[in-house]
């Protein structure tokens, strides 16, 4: 099947309590990863590119990489998404060139500003078959092109939703309950510790979504800074020369709650790169003698598959959903 919307798989999910998840690509070995993973689960996807990826690897190589995906993957239904669009020209980019998806994240303005930009991004957007994405609250941490202090940062304001949504037109709404962007999303001061010294993260604010999904029955919820970051990823990163002390992510037993509430959309970035890193790390470290990529990008993409299955049948609950 072609590139398709989000429109389907999240009128699926919502009601099959399920979210979808969209992981970020950046290169070839991780869209390989990913959707392999999502092809033996029989898992719809959406990947997703980043302004940082663009500019990293090419908006024409991006696509036509996805586009792969597809030929070698016709049975799973695939979403082409911007991820923190910044402005009009950029989403505007996207769509001309062949996303089925954007992003428009005018979170950081003025409510009425936000819907400004937002409604602007609808209009060319739905005049060409893509769907749009809009922010409402601000999520801490850094991740790729998104940079917000933890003072910066706001959680979404239930009682602004139903007006954003109904004056923008947006098909979907990422809101802020907590999470938080990159691998460390928390300080150490906003954490509990364990009885294993590993520190334990503050809850998502479930009463916030409870609030939005009353306001917005029926309406695909997204989170960013989505990421778990997997402790024994981190233990072979710093074991193998790497220093990430205290790296804590969203705990995934609460993110399946989320998925199985109004939340559709799910953002995973961090968790494949660690997966990668930890995987090459330990392999240089392993094997001096190498120095043909193909022998340590071969395991990291399999690590990155790994990771992802285990995404989609313990956390998102989408596999068989395609």
Avoid: W
């Avoid at 990913?34 to 959406?46: G, S």
């Avoid at 709650?257 to 939340?263: I, L």
């Amino acid at each position: 099947m072609p590139l398709v919307t989000t429109t389907e798989m999240f009128k699926k999910a919502y009601d099959g309590g399920y979210a979808i998840g969209a992981f970020n690509v950046n290169n070839m070995e991780i869209v390989q990863g990913i959707t392999e993973a999502c092809k033996e689960e029989h898992a719809p996807v959406i990947l997703q590119v980043s302004k940082g990826a663009r500019a990293y690897a090419n908006h024409t190589y991006l696509v036509k990489l996805v586009e792969a995906a597809v030929i070698e993957c016709p049975e799973i239904p695939i979403a082409l998404h911007l991820d923190h669009g910044p402005d009009f020209e950029t989403c505007k980019s996207c769509i001309d060139g062949g996303f089925t998806s954007v992003m428009i994240d005018a979170s950081s303005k003025p409510f009425a500003e936000n819907i400004e930009i937002t409604k602007k991004v609808v209009e060319y957007a739905h005049d060409h078959g893509v769907v749009v994405e809009a922010e409402l609250g601000t999520l801490a941490g850094v991740e790729d092109e998104v940079k917000v202090s933890a003072a910066d940062s706001s959680y979404t304001r239930p009682e602004d939703v139903q007006e954003f949504v109904e004056r923008t037109g947006c098909d979907s709404l990422a809101i802020a309950i907590g999470t938080s962007h990159g691998a460390f999303k928390f300080t150490a001061a906003q954490c509990t510790r364990d009885a294993n010294g590993k520190l334990v993260p503050p809850p998502l604010r479930f009463d916030i979504l409870e609030e939005v999904s009353r306001r917005l029955p029926g309406f695909p919820i997204v989170l960013h800074g989505s990421s778990s970051v997997p402790q024994e990823f981190v233990d072979i990163v710093n074991r193998y020369g790497g220093k990430m002390p205290d790296a804590v992510g969203i705990p995934e037993e609460q993110l399946r709650k989320a998925a199985a509430m109004s939340v559709c959309k799910i953002n995973i970035d961090s968790d494949l790169r660690l997966a990668l890193t930890a995987c090459i790390r330990q392999h240089f470290a392993e094997h001096p003698e190498h120095f043909d990529p193909r022998q340590y990008l071969k395991p990291g993409r399999e690590a990155i598959k790994a990771m992802v299955e285990h995404k989609l049948v313990h956390v998102l609950g989408c596999n068989g959903k395609a």
